[in-house]
Nanobody
């Protein structure tokens, strides 16, 4: 089956930047929607960003985060700018055949990575 692997997480200070990456392997459709979600301790997993034919962002990260695909289309990046303490979470990448209208729903994605920790200190 399809496998997703995240990388690039770490510890940064508030106001800093960080880029996390996700690489997909195995048999997959080139038209798969690729998404980023995050989950903080004691909270539910929430939508961050996604890309298929265009990009989509949660209101909380709009203007600060940018999602993009690599040239081979098997890699997706999340560039995070002006990080805040509330951005601290485990960040997960996901893939699936997801319609734009429900692109922010975790249950609509078939494949998930193991996550990468992003910690923002004050």
């Amino acid at each position: 089956q399809v496998q997703l692997v995240e990388s690039g997480g770490g510890l940064v200070q508030a106001g800093d930047s960080l880029r996390v990456s996700c690489t997909m392997s195995g048999r997959a459709f080139s038209s798969y929607t690729m998404g980023w979600f995050r989950q903080a301790p004691g909270k539910e997993r929430e939508f961050v960003a996604a890309i298929i034919w265009r990009t989509y962002y949660a209101d909380s990260v709009k203007g600060r985060f940018a999602i993009s695909r690599g040239s081979a289309k098997n890699t997706v990046y999340l560039q995070m700018e002006s990080l805040k303490s509330e951005d601290t979470a485990v960040y997960y990448c996901a893939a699936g055949q997801v319609a734009p209208a429900v692109i922010d729903s975790p249950g609509n994605y078939n494949y998930w990575g193991q996550g990468t920790q992003v910690t923002v200190s004050q």
